[in-house]
């Protein structure tokens, strides 16, 4: 069950791998289509909105969150200052945070957030009831209403990134790693580079850990910028710009 603005290469990995798509109008749609499917064919909907927040164990037991701490070890930083993600399900955002709360780690959670997404002002709020009119245009990330498994207690900071923004970071990350990436992939990039600058300009050191969450190949309309200009308007050259002048030294 997907929303119709699904991309079509992702569309088509799924149908390769034998999944039967259902499309549905809108996010917010995916819901009641699934639990209706379930009724009519007998099966079962695997709510990850719901329950992604529980799918691992975030006390360790090799989970993301123990992954990147491993990998850190040996690193100038090992702990991290901060550790940026998006959210969906909000399942990521969970693991990270209890783990770090868990082990007593100084490392703070920061999501970075598209538009059109509730998880920015129901944090501030901790208004369960809020949705939004529209749906997310960064695919993976951002929800139109507050997600049972976003589990607000454990993020330190939400970081509202405009859609233009996140195309633009997407654009420069794929240049610098000569390997493409996805849209929500610079929804995070754009997260760090607010932090870091945060960081000099205070004078602070440390590390700040963030994920390469999806391929770009799944996205290849966005790196057309006729299309990107279509869906997202103009302006995207000077993000582009804007980007690559605060990555530098």
Not at 234 to 242: F, K, Q, S, T, Y
Request: hydrophobic share 40%; charged share 25%; glycine share 10%.
């Amino acid at each position: 069950m997907v929303p119709r603005s699904t991309s079509a290469e992702k569309r088509a990995q799924i149908e390769f791998y034998g999944g039967q798509l259902h499309l549905v109008d809108s996010a917010d749609a995916v819901y009641e289509a699934s639990r209706q499917l379930a009724r009519e064919t007998n099966g079962h909907f695997m709510d990850q909105f719901t329950f992604a927040e529980r799918a691992t164990d975030w006390r360790g037991n090799n989970n993301i969150a123990e992954s990147v701490f491993n990998q850190m070890a040996r690193e100038r930083q090992p702990t991290p200052a901060w550790i940026v993600v998006g959210a969906g399900t909000g399942g990521t955002s969970a693991t990270f945070g209890r783990f770090v709360r868990y082990r007593r780690h100084a490392t703070k959670i920061a999501v970075a957030d598209p538009e059109n997404s509730v998880f920015t002002p129901y944090h501030a709020s901790g208004d369960r009831s809020l949705v939004a009119a529209v749906g997310s245009r960064i695919e993976g990330i951002g929800r139109p209403r507050v997600e049972p498994s976003f589990i607000r207690d454990v993020v330190d900071e939400m970081i509202p990134v405009e859609d233009l923004d996140s195309i633009a970071a997407m654009r420069v990350l794929s240049r610098l790693l000569g390997r493409r990436v996805g849209p929500s992939t610079g929804t995070n990039f754009i997260g760090v580079l607010a932090l870091r600058r945060r960081m000099i300009e205070a004078g602070k050191a440390g590390s700040i850990v963030s994920l390469i969450c999806d391929s770009g190949e799944r996205y290849a309309d966005l790196f057309d910028d006729g299309c990107v200009a279509g869906r997202f308007g103009e302006g995207l050259a000077e993000r582009v710009a804007a980007v690559r002048t605060q990555i530098r030294p």
